[in-house]
Nanobody
Framework: VQLQASGGGLVQAGDSLRLSCVAS????????MGWFRRAPGKDREFVAG????????YYADSVKDRFAISRDNAKNTVYLQMNSLKPEDTAVYFC????????????????WGKGTLVTVSS
């Protein structure tokens, strides 16, 4: 199983970015997908999750109304649209796959990508 995240970069506060994560080696629509992030000196934290069908989405309070998670099962891809970025969003962003349900706990996820760095300057 491979999860390949991309789309990170250096942006200014208020800008937007869209992260993508392409999955291979698994039956994509058997899995809920999540995005997590790890900021310097901080623990990994849940950012957003989407159920296998895309019918339900979940967000951390810190990104709700700014970020949007979606998926395209035909392309084995999950996206994270990030708008109104803030310096505190600076982190390495990871996508992860969880068989069945979507939860906010990183320990529940089965597979992880290597991450993509997002840096937001003030």
């Amino acid at each position: 199983v491979q999860l390949q995240a991309s789309g990170g970069g250096l942006v200014q506060a208020g800008d937007s970015l869209r992260l993508s994560c392409v999955a291979s080696g698994l039956t994509f629509d058997d899995y809920g997908m999540g995005w997590f992030r790890r900021a310097p000196g901080k623990d990994r934290e849940f950012v957003a999750g989407v159920t296998w069908s895309g019918g339900s989405t979940y967000y951390a309070d810190s990104v709700k109304d700014r970020f949007a998670i979606s998926r395209d099962n035909a392309k084995n891809t999950v996206y994270l649209q990030m708008n109104s970025l803030k310096p505190e969003d600076t982190a390495v962003y990871f996508c992860a796959a969880q068989k069945g349900l979507v939860t906010r706990s990183w320990q529940d996820y089965d597979y992880w990508g290597k991450g993509t760095l997002v840096t937001v300057s003030s």
